[in-house]
């Protein structure tokens, strides 16, 4: 394989690999949508009863502007900011920079800047690596990332991949607080202005019991499935939720098998309209045929 084309297949799998973190990671805040009254303010009920409340109320928010930073261990850091949807599977548009780790290096080694053009929908995603990779893509700018080519390549990783984009709705951060069984309520504290409730837990995923949870047997399970299976072996989640009931910033800290992962996300402006275009076809290329094209990503150059 050419040095070009390999670094090309490198660098799009290093997309692949980091962009489907950063959904995962942007959609598990949680949220209600529509900004009308103050009935039954989180900070006057239970921290269980007002984030069930949160949770259901969550679906009417339908979207929300979001920015933030992730570090993933020594393979990536970033930030990012954009607009994301939760009506009918995970839709947005982010723009994402990389500030550091081993991904945002092979990046910068492809030609480009460090940054990517991401937008999602609920079957793919498109990601925009700039001018150098179109250099090695016949001057096409954009690369169009199947879920379903995802999992059958990946195989269980893959699964794993497919499944955390596609469901990767707003009420997970929620869920997770829910979920260890220890929730508590911080206080009242200032976020950009908004006095907002804190609440925090901590979750050990070997001792997630139904008896300690506040999930059901399903919920749980499906949730612990989920954890193992992306190397999550322990995670703390703080929210900060308004009076509205609305999540204004998330925090996740944790170990993976693969190392330490931080992740602080804030959220503004519910219901805004989120980017709905897909890139021209014609200014696109399919990863899949780029796998076709240059043959086993890594192999000889």
Not at 45 to 55: G, I, M, R
Not at 91 to 114: C, R, V, W
Not at 265 to 278: A, I, K, N
Request: charged share 20%; hydrophobic share 35%.
């Amino acid at each position: 394989m050419r040095t070009s084309t390999a670094r090309r297949m490198g660098t799009a799998l290093a997309v692949a690999a980091a962009l489907t973190s950063m959904a995962a990671c942007s959609g598990s805040g949680s949220a209600d949508g529509s900004g009308k009254g103050k009935a039954d303010a989180v900070a006057k009920a239970s921290p269980v009863a007002a984030l069930k409340q949160v949770q259901q109320k969550t679906g009417g928010a339908q979207s929300a502007k979001v920015e933030g930073t992730t570090e993933m261990g020594s393979a990536v850091s970033m930030k990012q900011s954009g607009a994301i949807g939760w009506g009918d599977g995970l839709s947005g548009a982010l723009t994402i920079t990389y500030t550091g780790g081993t991904m945002g290096e092979a990046l910068k080694k492809a030609g480009g800047d460090g940054s990517v053009e991401a937008r999602y929908f609920k079957d793919e995603y498109y990601a925009n690596l700039g001018a150098g990779m179109a250099a090695d893509t016949g001057g096409k700018n954009w690369i169009r990332y199947s879920y379903k080519d995802l999992a059958e390549l990946g195989g269980a990783s893959g699964d794993v991949m497919k499944d955390q984009i596609q469901n990767s709705t707003p009420d997970q951060g929620v869920k997770a607080l829910l979920a260890s069984g220890d929730v508590r309520k911080v206080g009242q504290e200032d976020v950009r202005g908004v006095s907002a409730t804190h609440y925090s837990g901590t979750i050990d995923v070997a001792e997630l019991t139904a008896k300690n949870s506040d999930l059901d047997a399903q919920q749980l399970a499906a949730f612990k499935e989920q954890l193992a299976l992306a190397g999550v072996t322990t995670q703390t989640v703080d929210i900060w939720v308004d009076e509205n009931d609305l999540l204004v910033k998330k925090t996740e800290r944790g170990e993976m098998k693969t190392g330490t992962f931080n992740s602080t996300l804030f959220y503004s402006d519910y219901g805004t309209q989120v980017p709905s275009d897909r890139p021209e076809a014609s200014d696109t290329v399919d990863f899949k045929e780029l796998l076709k094209q240059g043959g086993t990503p890594g192999g000889a150059s």
